[in-house]
């Protein structure tokens, strides 16, 4: 069975952990643009230094390279029978981008998981994930340049989706198990059912 998913959902709605666990029940590689730029930030690549400030700031790293980023791990062959996207795309343009690059190898997305969690709930959820973590873009103007762009760019791909059928809005709040059944029910009501 392929499964190519979309999660997304604001910073702080949870899309990162319940990736990891879809991503794993469907056997599929879970491709995080963030974690990919965070780790090219500590191993001091070239890429790194060119998006550090960037990310650091709040701001999107420019569409070109993220979509050059993604284009090269999805060719990758662990990703030939799907993948779970975690962080992209978040604007229109990268919508575009992974269009076109889906349909040069003539594949389409199954579904998009869009996690639904209140501004009050992310912000309360990132504010006690730098107390924790301490990342870099969890300070509070950072936090809120994000769920900025978050609203202004990324909710908008919903709509475009939306229209083609694909996305499943799951509510983020509670418990994460409960949250992770809510997501596989949906999976499993377009066919997607977990191999393990
Ligand atoms: P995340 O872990 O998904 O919150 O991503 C952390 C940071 O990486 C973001 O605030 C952006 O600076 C950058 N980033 C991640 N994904 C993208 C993307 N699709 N487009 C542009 N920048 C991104």
């Known amino acids: 069975m392929t499964a190519r998913l979309l999660i997304v959902g604001p910073q702080g709605s949870g899309k990162g952990t319940q990736g990891v666990r879809v991503g794993e029940a469907l056997g599929v590689p879970v491709v995080s643009t963030g974690d990919v730029f965070r780790a090219n930030v500590s191993q001091g690549t070239d890429l790194g230094r060119q998006v550090k400030s960037i990310i650091d700031a709040g701001d999107l790293v ?32 990268q919508v575009m981008h992974l269009d076109e690059f889906l349909e040069g190898r003539d594949e389409k997305l199954d579904a998009v998981i869009a996690l639904v969690v209140p501004r009050e709930e992310s912000l309360a959820r ?22 900025g762009i978050y609203e202004r760019e990324t909710a908008p791909i919903l709509s475009v989706y939306g229209t083609r059928g ?9 418990g994460l198990d409960e949250i992770t059944a809510r997501i596989f029910a949906a999976l499993e009501a377009r066919g997607l059912r977990p191999a393990r």
Request: hydrophobic letters at 40%; a negative charge; charged letters at 30%.
């Open 62 to 93: 420019p569409d070109e390279l993220t979509s050059a980023v993604v284009r090269d791990r999805l060719s990758q062959a662990d990703a030939a029978e799907g993948f779970l996207l975690d962080g992209y795309p978040r604007n229109l343009a």
């Open 126 to 147: 990132l504010t006690a994930r730098a107390t924790e973590q301490g990342r870099a873009d969890d300070t509070e103007e950072a936090i809120a340049t994000r769920l």
């Open 166 to 174: 694909i996305v499943d809005e799951i509510d983020g709040v509670g």
